[in-house]
């Protein structure tokens, strides 16, 4: 079982940056690949990064460029650096651990929420 929980959060200006934190609990965190969703206000939950267990990456093509995801093993930590946000960035941010070799994502965060104005 793996507890997730993300913070990092904020209100902030189009241009701005917030960098996300997802602290896990357990022992087998370096085994996971780490996942950063968001949900906007009526709308479905999206992928943003992603980070797997030998730190290969992938982003979605909306934030290239702009966000990076890390991972520090020895902190069980996931971090989300956001930088240029824009007001469509805003949403609800989860972070999520599941198995490297599967796109499904077993374990969720309540979220983190983030809310660029113009």
């Known amino acids: 079982q793996v507890q997730l929980v993300e913070s990092g959060g904020g209100l902030v200006q189009a241009g701005g940056s917030l960098r996300l934190s997802c602290a896990a609990s357990?022992?087998?965190?370096?085994?996971?690949?780490m996942g950063w969703f968001r949900q906007a206000p009526g709308k479905e939950r999206e992928f943003v990064a992603r980070?797997?267990?030998?730190?290969?990456?992938s982003y979605a093509d909306s934030v290239k460029g702009r966000f990076t995801i890390s991972r520090d093993n020895a902190q069980n930590t996931v971090f989300l650096q956001m930088n240029s946000l824009k007001p469509e960035d805003t949403g609800l941010y989860y972070c999520?651990?599941?198995?490297?070799?599967?796109?499904?994502?077993?374990?969720w965060g309540q979220g983190t929420s983030v809310t660029v104005s113009s």
């Open positions: 357990g022992r087998t965190f370096s085994s996971y690949a």
């Open positions: 999520a651990a599941g198995s490297p070799f599967s796109t499904k994502y077993d374990y």
């Open positions: 980070i797997n267990n030998w730190n290969g990456v």
